[in-house]
T-cell receptor, first 110, second 113 residues
Framework: KQEVTQIPAALSVPEGENLVLNCSFTDSAIYNLQWFRQDPGKGLTSLLLIQSSQREQTSGRLNASLDKSSGRSTLYIAASQPGDSATYLCAVNYGQNFVFGPGTRLSVLP | GAGVSQSPSNKVTEKGKDVELRCDPISGHTALYWYRQSLGQGLEFLIYFQGNSAPDKSGLPSDRFSAERTGGSVSTLTIQRTQQEDSAVYLC???????????FGPGTRLLVL
């Protein structure tokens, strides 16, 4: 069964900290993997997309890595800001199926 | 418009009624996706379209659910004989090509009484 898990479920940090969010998937035959953020009452915003042949992608203060063989991806957020507070979702694309993790709820305290 | 739009934003219906949810993708995006987010649960993939074709409909929860896309643009998700367990936020996304970066709409919040 294709399952995606995320650790931690929730995280609260003071502003300025660097942090790592983890995503694990059971089936390594992925097409690509995306990280999204979801703000309360709003839709999802795509942050980064990593193709199965790639090891990492960077956008501003965000860096996502992918280790297909171990079934893991991490999202690194540098110098966190209160505006980063949201739920972060990892989603794995298996070609005909798109499986989301349960998310990590992040709170960055000023 | 600049982004994906969905209508209605909220829908309250009675059990047993049919509902139709609409998604307008970003202009020029060939792929379109439907998801469901139930209260307290994660996002569930329902179906995707490449152009007007849906290669795999097995993600739809039951045969009461159907989806179509016409003209490579607007898509509708229809739920027949709604049940209380259908209550959820239904999200639509589109991408330039299949499985490229997806852009999400704000969702339709469906409540079945």
């Amino acid at each position: 069964k294709q399952e995606v898990t995320q650790i931690p479920a929730a995280l609260s940090v003071p502003e300025g900290e660097n942090l790592v969010l983890n995503c694990s998937f059971t089936d390594s035959a992925i097409y690509n993997l995306q990280w999204f953020r979801q703000d309360p009452g709003k839709g999802l915003t795509s942050l980064l997309l990593i193709q199965s042949s790639q090891r990492e992608q960077t956008s501003g203060r965000l860096n996502a890595s992918l280790d297909k063989s171990s079934g893991r991806s991490t999202l690194y957020i540098a110098a966190s800001q209160p505006g980063d507070s949201a739920t972060y979702l990892c989603a794995v694309n298996y070609g005909q199926n798109f499986v989301f993790g349960p998310g990590t709820r992040l709170s960055v305290l000023p | 418009g600049a982004g994906v739009s969905q209508s209605p934003s909220n829908k309250v219906t009675e059990k047993g009624k049919d509902v139709e949810l609409r998604c307008d993708p970003i202009s020029g995006h060939t792929a379109l996706y439907w998801y469901r987010q139930s209260l307290g649960q994660g996002l569930e993939f329902l179906i995707y379209f490449q152009g007007n074709s849906a290669p795999d409909k097995s993600g739809l929860p039951s045969d009461r659910f159907s989806a179509e896309r016409t003209g490579g643009s607007v898509s509708t998700l229809t739920i027949q004989r709604t049940q209380q367990e259908d209550s959820a936020v239904y999200l639509c996304a589109s991408s330039r090509g299949t499985w490229e970066t997806q852009y999400f709409g704000p969702g339709t919040r469906l409540l079945v009484l």
